[in-house]
């Protein structure tokens, strides 16, 4: 039960420490607090009723002492049945109360970490700082735009929420370490760190190469006078691409300096690509000509300027950008159309011809099984969400058909989400558990039971 004595603030802190969970309405609190309490140190746990019934609503908040411990049970048991029989739950991490969103907590927010360091640190001294709290999918150092040097900040990006906890939590106080604001977090200040907020340096990276932030993207729209201009570019993709295929469609335009797909913590390509040029025109050709242009037939690609590190603040500077732009601009509404100057060169082709689907995933599944006939009595739906697209339907099929008894799978047209439906429960629960956070071919998947048409909502319900 919930101990209202205590001031609310005690129920944020510290961040990150309570959990929402999405249970059966049977679920009690001796039944959650038998299954949690092996992660730590639980401070509360309230089980929401209703207020004429006194029924239990089927949701709950389970409050931890630390941080990693909420995130380590989030981790461990999304997914899991408290009792047989049950559904299994969700487990999110609970908003704060102070805070205006009733969206889930995403990873983004929990796993990237703001340090302050030694101005001697370069990323390697920082990634080997910080690595033995887990793994670490990259390091930045925040440099000065005038002199290349540090400024004595950094990030760091763990693969899992608990890892940035638990990183937090035992590094060297003189880190100062603290969760990362999201980068969709905007601000239009760049003084130095003791001066301003931290959201005002989170703005400040917003370009960085490792971002995937194309706020800049134009969807084929002539270059605007208020736009970033910079020698980097950002490529984002739907459709996967080869470092071949675009390496070979953005040297087309001379001065292609650096050009490198990214890649994700499992080592699968994320349809992004940082591009840098050796002057300021190839790059403002490059964006004009490629950004919006069909790769293959199909996909269009969004690319977008980033943040190459040089100060243009001067007027000398602000002079020079302008005359280049206004040279390349000319050349690109005068000279030849983006497609006819792709398309005259060998180096465009389509991707390879299609084959049957292979599946890269670090997930060991079980073999082909037979589908469910069309016409069975769905008992279960599950629901998926992709990150950053979804998947083709023959490839969820060869999917989720190995754990038994798949009826259909189906894309909600225009979003990135999607529904599986199985003719045995049990399957469906083995599906959840066996692909929830993982990656397939490139695409992340959140995997969740579909809440029942007429009975619930799927909006998520308000975290107190």
């Known amino acids: 039960m919930e101990d209202n004595t205590r001031p609310s603030s005690y129920l944020d802190e510290p961040p990150n420490s309570r959990l929402f969970l999405v249970a059966s309405k049977s679920i009690t609190e001796d039944n959650i607090r038998d299954h949690f309490s092996t992660f730590g140190e639980i401070q509360d746990i309230w089980v929401v009723k209703d207020k004429h019934t006194k029924e239990s609503k089927g949701v709950a908040f389970v409050k931890f002492s630390k941080s990693s411990q909420a995130c380590t049970a989030m981790e461990e048991m999304h997914g899991k049945c408290l009792v047989e029989g049950t559904k299994p739950i969700k487990v999110f991490i609970a908003q704060s109360r102070s805070s205006g969103s009733h969206r889930d907590v995403e990873d983004e927010e929990l796993t990237r970490i703001f340090v302050m360091i030694p101005k001697t640190f370069s990323e390697e001294d920082l990634k080997e700082t910080f690595k033995e709290y887990g793994n670490i999918e990259y390091c930045i150092i925040i440099k000065n735009k005038l002199t290349g040097e540090s400024k004595g900040l950094g990030y760091v990006r763990f693969q899992r929420p608990s890892e940035a906890a638990i990183a937090i939590e035992n590094c060297d106080k003189t880190f100062r370490a603290i969760l990362a604001e999201p980068r969709t977090k905007n601000s239009t200040t760049e003084n130095d760190y003791f ?41 984002t993709s739907r459709a996967v691409l080869t470092q071949e295929q675009v390496h070979g469609l953005f040297d087309l335009i001379p001065g292609l300096e650096y050009c490198k797909i990214q890649l994700d913590q499992h080592g699968f390509v994320k349809g992004q690509a940082m591009i840098r040029y050796t002057n300021l025109g190839s790059a403002v050709y490059a964006k004009e000509k490629l950004n919006g242009f069909e790769y293959p037939p199909g996909n269009r690609l969004a690319v977008a300027f980033i943040d190459d590190g040089e100060d243009r603040t001067s007027p000398v500077g602000k002079m020079a950008m302008q005359l280049v732009v206004a040279q390349m601009m000319s050349m690109v509404w005068n000279g030849p159309s983006g497609s006819q100057l792709l398309k005259s060169s060998t180096v465009y082709a389509p991707l390879a011809t299609p084959q049957k689907h292979r599946l890269q995933t670090d997930v060991s599944l079980p073999s ?63 599906a959840m558990a066996a692909m929830h956070g993982k990656v397939v071919n490139g695409v992340k998947m959140r995997v969740m039971l579909a809440d029942p048409p007429k009975e619930e909502s799927h909006k998520r319900q308000r975290t107190y």
């Open 368 to 430: 082909v099984k037979k589908m469910a006939p069309s016409d069975s009595v769905a008992k279960e739906r599950l629901f998926v969400i992709f990150n950053p697209s979804p998947l083709p339907v023959d490839v969820l099929e060869d999917v989720f058909c190995r754990f038994g008894s798949l009826i259909e799978v189906f894309l909600v047209p225009g979003r990135n989400v999607g529904y599986v439906k199985y003719a045995d429960r049990k399957h469906a629960n083995e």
């Open 195 to 235: 001066g301003n907020s931290r959201a005002d340096h989170e703005a400040g990276m917003s370009g960085y190469p490792f971002s995937a932030d194309n706020s800049n993207y134009t969807s084929g729209e002539p270059w605007s006078s208020s736009e970033m201009i910079t020698r980097c570019l950002m490529m």
